[in-house]
């Protein structure tokens, strides 16, 4: 044992995104001692809003915020947070065959629209109820063994109509639509009643007023949880007595229960002692589908209101208008795979732009890259074809006195806020239940 002084705790989180700060929150004000524990120099995890050179602040983590999702509702209006609506836009770009198509927002959203139906038919018999989805209907099993793109070929759609919705679900997975599940489509869309319209809207129709760090900074304030910032986690021992968690930089800390709220691709970052089952370790070796990219671009003069897609095999396949500032305009991007643009390139990623708008100057770009931080591994969860079905129970049993939690492992909303914080009050519950009692006895 290292002579390295010890803090004790009850429960001790590793992540300080938004699972581990709800978690956080819940268990210190249900009395029990708490410590997050957080690599970056920040809480919100994948949450982060901040001054952007482009000349404002910006959200280069997740965003889009909505009423249909529960978990984050509760939140906002506890906080009295609000919802700021984007702009609406005026036309479309495609992509195809390398000629730049432009057309009127609503012939584009005709044309899209008989596939989007197609793909999402039979959601609600998939996922009668997606909020707890275990055990899986055998609808939900069988559109699990199927990709995206195989269903999209299934369809019965013109190559153009068809191309275009894979752009569309290659967004959404912010990876390949040949390893994206075509039950996570499902899963999506019975989150929204039902309705691919309604999916669609609860992602990219409104933000919070002000940037996620209200809501970052609301939940810490309600929080009576120590915080420990830049300190990575390295390792849990873990048996019957609880856990001893160690770090880079050598602290320790001793508690009765874990939480580990890191996302999927660095789940094996950490050394577990005992390690963790062969199904855990597996499914974090796998990895899920999201590898790409978010960009933001300021652009020399005011360009009108758009959005622009195109094939899954260019090195962005969606950018759209954001903001006016200054006679200028403020564009966001969305690419498949970090391996294949270098966001801190302002001529790259001007040459990505110039695919739709040859004549496009690009003044200064702007991202983080969540493949390359060590502490993400990848962008939002999005889950490949098998993984439902073969990880996710999985992933969500505890280990010992070690839960894991996260928007990568939710029920509901894996991949968004929602998710981040269904799981994490769902592990609080879960601990407060089983100590707490234990303490009153």
């Not at 000349?55 to 919802?83: C, D, I, S, T």
């Amino acid at each position: 044992m290292s002579d390295t002084p010890i803090e004790t705790v009850d429960v001790v989180i590793i992540g300080g995104g938004l699972t581990g700060l709800v978690a956080g929150r819940d268990l210190s004000r249900a009395g029990l001692r708490t410590t997050i524990i957080e690599g970056r120099d920040r809480l919100g995890g994948r949450a982060y809003y901040r001054d952007s050179p482009l000349g404002m602040k910006l959200e280069f983590g997740g965003g889009f915020v909505h009423w249909l999702q529960p978990h984050l509702w509760a939140e906002m209006n506890a906080y009295g947070l609000k919802l700021k609506p984007v702009g609406w836009i005026d036309y479309a770009y495609w992509l195809d065959k390398g000629v730049s198509r432009r057309m009127d927002i609503m012939d584009f959203i005709r044309q899209i629209s008989p596939g989007e139906a197609a793909i999402a038919e039979g959601a609600m018999a998939a996922f009668p109820n997606p909020h707890q989805p275990f055990p899986l209907t055998e609808a939900a099993k069988a559109a699990d063994k199927v990709s995206v793109a195989q269903k999209i070929g299934q369809l019965g759609l013109g190559e153009d109509e068809a191309a275009m919705i894979r752009a569309h679900w290659t967004l959404s997975f912010n990876g390949p639509p040949q390893e994206g599940a075509w039950s996570q489509v499902l899963r999506l869309v019975a989150l929204a009643a039902g309705s691919w319209e309604m999916r669609g809207q609860a992602e990219s129709r409104y933000l919070i007023d002000g940037g996620t760090t209200r809501l970052v900074d609301a939940i810490a304030a309600d929080s009576r949880a120590d915080v420990m910032l830049s300190t990575i986690a390295t390792g849990i021992r873990h048996g019957e007595d609880g856990v001893e968690v160690t770090t880079q930089d050598g602290p320790m800390v001793k508690a009765r229960k874990a939480i580990v709220t890191v996302p999927l691709a660095v789940l094996g970052a950490i050394a577990f002692d005992p390690p963790l089952s062969p199904g855990k370790a597996g499914a974090s070796m796998r990895g899920q589908v999201s590898r790409g990219v978010k960009v933001w671009m300021r652009v020399r003069g005011k360009i009108e209101p758009f959005i622009a897609f195109a094939p899954e095999d260019y090195p962005l396949t969606m950018m759209g208008w954001e903001y006016d500032i200054d006679g200028d305009t403020i564009l966001l991007g969305f690419g498949p795979s970090s391996a294949q643009l270098d966001v801190t390139s302002l001529q790259a990623v001007q040459a990505a732009a110039r695919q739709w708008m040859p004549d496009i100057e690009l003044v200064g770009v702007d991202a983080h890259d969540w493949v390359q931080d060590p502490l993400a591994g990848e962008t939002w969860a999005m889950l490949r074809t098998g993984q439902l079905s073969q990880d996710m129970e999985e992933l969500i049993r505890p280990e010992g006195p070690i839960m894991i939690a996260g928007s990568d492992y939710a029920l509901g909303w894996s991949g968004h806020f929602d998710g981040a914080i269904e799981s994490g009050r769902s592990a609080a519950r879960a601990i407060i239940d089983e100590l707490k009692p234990r303490e009153a006895g």
